[in-house]
C-alpha cells in the first residue's frame, strides 16, 4: 500500500506536469493565434517561431488596417509577462521539494541552465502558482484565438466585428493581471549558478 505521503507527491508531481503541458499548449495557441492576426496584413511568420519572438513580430507589424494601435500595443504589452514567464516555467525543471509554504502547499524549487531558482516561504512559487499561470495562458489564448476568427472574417468576409476591440484587449488584459501583481512575489525568484 502506497504511504499518504508518497500519494501526495504523486498527485503533486501530476498536477504540476498537467499545469507545465497546458501552459506550453496554451503558449502555442497563442503563437498560431498571433500569426493569423500578422497574416491579414501581411506575409505569414514563419511556423516555428518562438512565443518570444512572435510577440516582438506581433508588436512591430503594421496592422493598421485591422486593429487600432493602441490596442495592438496594449495586447502586445499583457503579451510580454507572458512571455517572461512562459520561459521560466518551459527552461526550468522543477522539484517538490520537502518545504511547505504557511498554506501547507508545496514550495517549487526550479533547476535549468547551471542556475538553481528557490523562493522564500512567504512568497514561494507553488504547483497552484503554476496551475494559476496555465489558466491564465489558457484565457489568453482563447481570446486571441476568437479574435484572430473575428478579424479574420471582418477582413475576408467584411463582416463586423460582434466584440468590441476594447472588450478582446480587456479580456487579455485582464487575464495577465492576475499574475502581475507588480511584481507577482510567487513569480519573484533567487537564482543562483549551481556549483560544478
Known sequence: ???????????????LTKAQSSATSSALRITQALGGIIALTGPQPPANQPLWRRVDVFARADLGEVI????????ADSLRLL?????RLT???WTLPTAHDSAGRSILTGHGR??????????ATTIESVELLADVF????????????RLTAQTV????????????????QAATARVST???EAWTWESHLDAD
Open 157 to 172: 468576409f467584411t463582416a463586423p466585428l460582434p466584440i468590441s476591440m476594447r472588450a478582446y484587449v480587456r479580456e487579455i
Open 138 to 149: 489558457r484565457t489568453v489564448a482563447d481570446s486571441l484565438e476568437s479574435l484572430d476568427t
Open 114 to 123: 547551471g542556475v538553481t531558482t528557490t523562493t522564500s516561504t512567504t512568497t
Open 83 to 87: 512571455v517572461s514567464l512562459h520561459n
Open 1 to 15: 500500500m502506497e504511504s499518504e505521503s508518497h500519494a501526495t507527491e504523486g498527485d503533486a508531481r501530476k498536477r
Open 91 to 93: 527552461d526550468t525543471r
Open 182 to 184: 507588480q511584481p507577482d
Open 68 to 75: 487600432r494601435p493602441g490596442a495592438q500595443k496594449d495586447i
